[in-house]
């Protein structure tokens, strides 16, 4: 599995924009690229996916570096209940029936 | 209207004590994933069923089992659980296998106490 870098943690103030990058140098061509988070207790949570153009929903846009070798999850009103960690992980399209989480990012949102 | 549910979700046994976790689901989904979350660690895949076919991840302990009776039921058997079994067990379900685009949906896990 094509490995992703994520920084350690990240601090956010309430209210405010939240960028989450995520490096992924050796992301094939088939490769998608999904965010999880998980809250305190709770198992994980999908919170986007994308191939190749920007992404938006609900929760998060997923902005895509043209090259793919890195990504962006945009949080883009930090709240209080978006302390979590955020996990950055890559699934083949073919192959991708497993998740293979790394450390991911511990995201403090302050008030 | 939870869809991936985990009974229970604190579970206390006794090493070497046989232990059932056990996961439900609601969406109708064909694939069924066991994964272990030890402290401060990310979950890592134990295995998981695609309807009935079982596949086990390599470096899955032989002391982890799994069954599935039916698409909504399946269950996670630690048959001799040891100290290094206390652990966050997270069951989760997709739709199918060989889509990467497809999420994965979490249950809030049944944390395992080993005394």
């Known amino acids: 599995d094509a490995k992703t870098t994520q920084p350690n943690s990240m601090e956010s103030n309430e209210e405010e924009p939240v960028h989450l990058p995520c490096n992924h140098s050796?992301?094939?061509?088939?490769?998608?690229i999904h965010w999880y988070r998980q809250l305190p207790s709770q198992g994980p949570e999908y919170v986007i996916h994308?191939?190749?153009s920007n992404v938006n929903n609900r929760m998060a846009s997923l902005a895509i570096a043209e090259d793919r070798k890195s990504s962006t999850l945009i949080l883009h009103r930090a709240t209080l209940r978006d302390a979590a960690v955020y996990y950055c992980?890559?699934?083949?399209?073919?192959?991708?029936?497993?998740?293979?989480f790394g450390a991911g990012t511990i995201l403090r949102v302050k008030s | 209207d939870a869809m991936v549910i985990q009974n229970p979700r604190y579970q206390v046994t006794q090493f070497g004590k046989p232990v059932t976790l056990s996961c439900s689901q609601t969406?109708?989904?064909?694939?069924m994933y066991w994964y272990q979350q030890k402290s401060s660690q990310a979950p890592k895949l134990l295995f998981h069923?695609?309807?009935?076919?079982?596949?086990n991840e390599a470096d899955t302990p032989d002391n982890f089992q799994s069954r599935r009776p039916n698409t909504s039921f399946c269950f996670l058997d630690i048959r001799s659980p040891g100290l290094g079994d206390a652990a966050m067990y997270l069951c989760?379900?997709?739709?199918?296998?060989?889509?990467?685009?497809?999420?994965?949906?979490f249950g809030d896990g049944t944390r395992l106490s080993i005394l």
């Open positions: 989760a379900t997709s739709r199918g296998i060989g889509q990467g685009n497809q999420p994965q949906h």
């Open positions: 050796t992301i094939s061509g088939t490769d998608y």
């Open positions: 994308g191939l190749t």
């Open positions: 992980i890559l699934r083949d399209a073919e192959y991708g029936n497993k998740l293979v």
């Open positions: 969406l109708n989904h064909n694939v």
């Open positions: 069923y695609y309807d009935k076919d079982f596949n």
